[in-house]
């Protein structure tokens, strides 16, 4: 597999990425794609393909995110499918509005914080049963749909169930990542059989360009098409999923299933220099990146230039500051009331940033708000339609391929989510029944005077929020286009205070881990400021992004490290 955009290099110049590109863009890769009507940009180009189809065949925005996501369960699993949750916004040009639907899961409601003290737990694991919560996609789908969608979602279903009969070549980066999870997820019952091919007999994931089938997702998902959201949650599908935990140690039941529901809630936003920025409230980390830009934005960003020792200190420290919030006081709504507004006041980061100095790197960063508590790896694209509908959405597994946990015969494997609570008590984000874990996947959107102006999201874990907060420092500090703000070097702190499991807090400042293309003095200012400067190959996460054209249409990028393609019509 190509190397994917390694370490710092240290002799490189900012143009090194693209120096035979004739357009004088120092950092895309190739170009911003343009369409007169309608842009889909997915990490997979036969998905963004399928996108294309729907919207051309009459279906709205919604109907093509819900086709390519059905597809890219299939052609992706190593990000997503139906055993994960997801979560979106969608800008409504009727109402001139954006809706957000949090579509995660719950805990096993027969699953105790003393059933993991019994067996002597600290942590979570992060593979098997017991990480296992329930599967929010397919809800998420049909809430959608039933506001949104113009076909029915049969229909929007048929090109997945057609690859996953027929078959579809597995691409490189996909290919990578699948087998590599396949040593650790094979000991699952389920896994090996379903996601697997047998090579005179040794099981290993399918390999780059090569044909794979999954005929059991293809009965799950014309199941689905047949009998609607319930033929999941409380038909054989759920029954399925109910044995297949009995029989193998774990607690997601029938009933967990069958009481599941998502819910629409309202996006929050702050403005970062004229743009109005949006993300979901918790339980996902959305505010993060909205603390970030606030943190941000009394900085003259423009003048210190891209790539200088300024621009990546004052990034790291508004993260660890933003970061110390999320571990505290992010999580599920309906046990903690996250003071949201609070957070993302520019009030509250006016007080926060005077903890920034210039000159040296914060070593420990506490909370600005304690906790006062009550009783109580992902894909993602976005879709843009001739109407003006705009869908920015994330969908996950979590861990890549999840838990490992594939019921017979239903193919696809069970997110491992749960693994995001904490073993403790009195933390906003402690494990009970019922419960919906912190999140890490999360969807933007952004607004200018009132009106759409970018769907757009960065998948990866923690470095969500941080590439978030990038992109738009990309494209409106430093004047990239969209693709440029994409390809551009990305930075990446790490070690921060966790929200989940027994981490401790940061006590050492973490790690810095920068991408190819920053100046090697850039590195060495750094250093000096007291940041640990590391070398880290890929975790920089996956873009992809739309942009209304002020003359008229959309304007696409995808992610160049991965398989991903924006295109349109």
């Given at each position: 597999m190509r190397k994917l955009l390694l370490g710092f290099a240290l002799t490189l110049p900012l143009t090194a990425m693209c120096a035979d590109r004739i357009t004088g863009q120092p950092f895309a890769t190739r170009s911003e794609v343009y369409a007169p009507h309608a842009m889909a940009a997915t990490s997979h180009p036969l998905a963004t393909q399928v996108a294309l189809d729907v919207m051309k065949a009459g279906g709205s925005a919604v109907d093509a995110a819900i086709a390519a996501n059905a597809a890219l369960g299939l052609m992706e699993p190593t990000g997503n499918g139906v055993g994960g949750d997801l979560f979106a916004i969608v800008w409504d040009p009727k109402t001139k509005k954006l809706y957000g639907y949090n579509g995660s899961g719950r805990s096993p409601k027969s699953l105790t914080l003393a059933e993991f003290r019994k067996r002597g737990l600290t942590e979570i694991p992060a593979h098997g049963p017991l990480p296992v919560t329930v599967p929010g996609t397919v809800d998420a789908w049909f809430a959608l749909h039933g506001r949104f969608g113009r076909r029915p979602i049969a229909d929007d279903l048929a090109p997945a169930i057609r690859y996953a009969r027929e078959g579809h070549p597995v691409h490189e980066v996909i290919a990578y990542y699948w087998g590599r999870s396949v040593p650790t997820l094979s000991k699952w019952p389920g896994f090996a059989e379903q996601f697997t091919v047998d090579d005179n007999g040794k099981r290993r994931g399918p390999r780059t360009g090569e044909m794979w089938k999954n005929v059991n997702l293809a009965s799950t998902l014309e199941k689905i098409a047949r009998g609607g959201r319930d033929a999941f949650y409380q038909g054989d599908i759920a029954r399925t999923i109910d044995a297949y935990f009995k029989a193998n140690g774990g607690f997601l039941s029938y009933d967990d299933l069958a009481s599941h529901h998502g819910e629409w809630v309202e996006p929050v936003s702050t403005n970062y220099r004229g743009y109005d920025v949006w993300e979901l409230p918790p339980n996902g980390q959305g505010i993060a990146a909205l603390q970030i830009l606030n943190l941000l934005e009394p900085y003259d960003l423009k003048q210190y230039g891209f790539g200088s020792p300024e621009h990546v200190h004052l990034f790291a420290e508004a993260k660890k500051l933003a970061f110390a919030d999320r571990a505290a006081s992010y999580a599920d709504p309906d046990f903690y009331k996250t003071p949201v507004a609070k957070l993302i006041s520019k009030d509250y980061a006016r007080e926060r940033g005077k903890l920034i100095a210039m000159d040296k790197a914060m070593k420990a960063a506490e909370p600005g708000v304690i906790p006062q508590l009550n009783e109580?790896?992902?894909?993602y694209m976005t879709v843009a339609d001739a109407d003006g509908m705009m869908v920015s959405l994330i969908q996950s597994n979590y861990r890549g391929m999840g838990s490992g946990?594939?019921?017979?015969?239903?193919?696809?494997?069970?997110?491992?989510?749960?693994?995001q609570f904490v073993l403790k008590d009195g933390h906003p984000n402690s494990f009970a029944p019922g419960k919906r874990p912190f999140h890490t996947?999360?969807?933007?959107?952004?607004?200018?005077?009132?009106?759409?102006?970018?769907?757009?999201?960065?998948?990866?874990?923690?470095?969500?929020?941080q590439g978030h907060a990038q992109i738009l420092m990309n494209l409106i500090d430093f004047g990239m286009n969209l693709q440029e703000a994409g390809d551009a070097p990305r930075i990446q702190h790490d070690g921060s205070t966790e929200p989940a499991g027994q981490a401790t807090a940061m006590t050492d400042g973490g790690e810095l881990d920068l991408e190819s293309g920053f100046a090697y003095e850039t590195v060495r200012a750094l250093m000096r400021k007291g940041h640990s400067v590391r070398y880290a190959d890929g975790p920089y996460g996956g873009y992809q992004a739309i942009m209304v054209n002020p003359h008229g249409g959309y304007i696409g990028a995808s992610e160049s490290r991965k398989d991903g393609q924006a295109a349109g019509y």
């Open positions: 109580g790896d992902t894909i946990m594939a019921p017979p015969d239903l193919g696809f494997i069970l997110q491992d989510r749960g693994e996947i999360i969807p933007a959107f952004v607004t200018r005077n009132g009106k759409p102006w970018l769907s757009f999201g960065v998948m990866g874990g923690a470095m969500q929020p």
